[in-house]
């Protein structure tokens, strides 16, 4: 997985409206530009908010990304609940939930 990579993706795409405008209208030329995993870009593309906080997508990053697909406060809240009860613990970055004694 490449969580630099989606990161890197989301922010360049919430820093303005053309980066936005541009992925929206063509994602899979948009994310070619990126070394990203399958199940990466398909949560990207729809977009999954919570595969892409179970992913590890830093919140900053994830909340505004969300806000621009029209996602309201508690519906981003709900998608990232939603996104721990279908797919798992966050598995990386920041929020990862590690095992004991690891």
Do not use: C
């Amino acid at each position: 997985m490449t969580l630099y990579a989606v990161q890197k993706l989301i922010y360049e795409v919430n820093r303005s409206r053309d980066g936005m405008e541009a992925f929206k209208a063509k994602p899979d030329a948009f994310m070619d530009a990126y070394e990203l995993s399958q199940e990466e870009r398909g949560a990207l593309s729809k977009p999954d908010i919570g595969l892409l906080y179970v992913l590890g997508v830093n919140g900053q990053l994830l909340m505004h990304f969300a806000a621009a697909w029209g996602y309201e406060w508690n519906a981003y809240l709900d998608a990232m609940r939603e996104g721990l009860a279908n797919y798992g613990a966050v598995r990386e970055g920041i929020y990862a939930i590690k095992e004991e004694g690891l």
